[in-house]
């Protein structure tokens, strides 16, 4: 029963833009601090965003500080990404995460022209 599923992700050209939506279940999600990771081909899978459960606090890598923004609405049990500026080196498999432990299916992003 717990679950979280990714939707969003695509093709989307340099300086374009991405809302990435992580729909939560099965366990009780306003406790929970979600974060996003991603993972491009050959690289290590790396910590993006994350947020308090409450929304009250935030962090970002510094890759993505100013054009990434990280939120979530407790009463829809969803978590988003809004990716803003996206640039070439974004392209990567992005995840959402719940408690360190859940993990959503990934949803592909891809900045290319």
């Known amino acids: 029963q717990v679950q979280l599923v990714e939707s969003g992700g695509g093709l989307v050209q340099p300086g374009g833009s991405l809302r990435l939506s992580c729909a939560a279940s099965g366990f009780t999600f306003w406790l929970a601090r979600m974060k996003w990771y991603r993972q491009a081909p050959g690289k290590e899978r790396e910590l993006v965003a994350g947020?308090?459960?409450?929304?009250?606090?935030?962090n970002y890598a510094d890759s993505v500080k100013g054009r990434f923004t990280i939120s979530r609405d407790n009463a829809k049990n969803t978590a988003w990404l809004q990716m803003n500026s996206l640039k070439p080196e974004d392209t990567a498999v992005y995840y959402c995460n719940a408690l360190n432990i859940v993990w959503g299916q990934g949803t592909q992003v891809t900045v290319s022209s």
């Open positions: 947020i308090a459960p409450n929304g009250g606090s935030t």
